[in-house]
């Protein structure tokens, strides 16, 4: 079974895709921000995280960096709501090095199908 790490200071966001995911037989953890999802990647071995971008503590720029020094083979799917009129930053995020990228709000349906092309 695979492991999801969610990182999102949202807590609804958090249940709502936590209870999607483990309906789809996912094991699924949950972080608020980016230095927690650090702790708990030291103690966890996670296949992928689902990541927010603009977090308090540590945004997913910087946890993106983290974790692509300390844990180059977990899958990253970088997230956010932010409209991009100047600054796109879910490309941004890729070029940080997230495998991929979800506009919020998106469907448990865009959810599975990007975790699948991820995970296979």
Request: hydrophobic share 45%; charged share 30%; glycine share 6%.
């Amino acid at each position: 079974m695979n492991r999801i790490l969610i990182v999102d200071d949202d807590p609804d966001i958090c249940l709502a895709m936590s209870e999607v995911l483990r309906a789809k037989d996912f094991y699924v953890d949950v972080s608020e921000n980016g230095e927690e999802a650090l702790k708990q990647m030291q103690i966890h071995a996670f296949d992928l995280v689902l990541l927010d971008i603009f977090m308090p503590e540590m945004d997913g720029f910087e946890t993106i960096g983290a974790i692509r020094k300390c844990h180059e083979g977990i899958k990253i799917i970088a997230m956010t709501g932010y409209d991009k009129q100047e600054f796109d930053p879910l490309t941004f995020a890729r070029s940080l090095g997230a495998d991929d990228a979800l506009t919020k709000p998106f469907s448990a349906d865009d959810l599975a199908i990007s975790i699948k092309k991820l995970l296979g």
